[in-house]
């Protein structure tokens, strides 16, 4: 199972690009994520932590390869969207919402940041 954590090179992270939520490079099967990460909309962070788990899952790949992994995994597509939070945020479709949670359910313990 895929633990999330705070992280705080991730707040860092957020402070220097506001695009920065998340980031699964440093622990070994972790999504660390920044305090803003908390205040995003559902759908985003949905997205976020699913593209997350793609780059653990295809090895730390690229954006693409990660969103790519997602959607043929699952057949959800991430797309990125401007934002009052930031330019070209992940995001997902309202449909898939509760597909998303229930996915994400099995790869992480979704209680604390959701």
């Known amino acids: 199972m895929i633990k999330l954590k705070h992280c705080k090179q991730a707040d860092i992270d957020h402070i220097i690009d506001n695009r920065v939520y998340c980031h699964t490079n440093h622990y ?21 932590l699913l593209h997350e788990v793609g780059h653990i899952y295809t090895n730390y790949s690229t954006e693409a390869e990660a969103n790519d992994w997602v959607k043929k995994m699952f057949g959800i597509r991430i797309y990125y969207v401007d934002t009052k939070y930031c330019r070209k945020l992940e995001t997902i479709e309202q449909i898939y919402i509760n ?11 979704l209680n604390k940041i959701l």
Request: net charge positive; hydrophobic share 40%; charged share 20%.
């Open 28 to 48: 070994p099967e972790v999504i660390c994520y920044a305090k803003a990460f908390k205040h995003l909309p559902q759908n985003n962070k949905l997205a976020i």
């Open 99 to 109: 597909y998303a949670k229930d996915i994400l359910h099995s790869y992480i313990n």
